[in-house]
């Protein structure tokens, strides 16, 4: 009977596990998804894998370091349009990312409904707020540094 009794246990353990271990497989690699769709959209040129990872209530804030002066100056917001626009203008003057630029997804963070990631390229270092609507993870808002310091 106690044999029974613990193999009964075990089951009802695998049986709750399983599912929710799946489910932060899946988070994981569906926010990953979403940043390097962030990452590829610009790099590529892509409004669609934009479209796919970026709420268009985006908020995008950055600083950039000034050549002259060597300062970090803020670079201004970007929303959702103007991402989208810069990709088109990518696309069309063709100033696709140089082969071998970094395209690095860190997830930092996932919880149920919120998660943060940090992803490096070749513009800098971007800090990512995502949040899930049903089983889909989307790009809040984006504050990042570039360029890369050497």
Known sequence: MAKYTGMKSVTYILLFLIPQLALAQTNQELVSKA??????????????????SLKPSLHKFGFW????????????????????DYAIKVAANKKFAKPGSPKKVEILDI?????????????????????RQENKWMIEQVLWEGPLQN
């Open 65 to 84: 370091k000034d050549k002259v002066s060597g300062k970090y100056l803020p670079d201004g917001y970007m929303t959702f349009q103007q991402a989208i």
């Open 111 to 131: 919880q149920n409904c919120i998660a943060s990631a940090k992803v490096t390229t070749w513009w800098g270092v971007d800090y990512i707020l995502l949040s």
């Open 35 to 52: 940043c390097l769709n962030y990452i590829e959209g610009f790099y590529e040129g892509d409004t669609i894998k934009l479209k796919e």
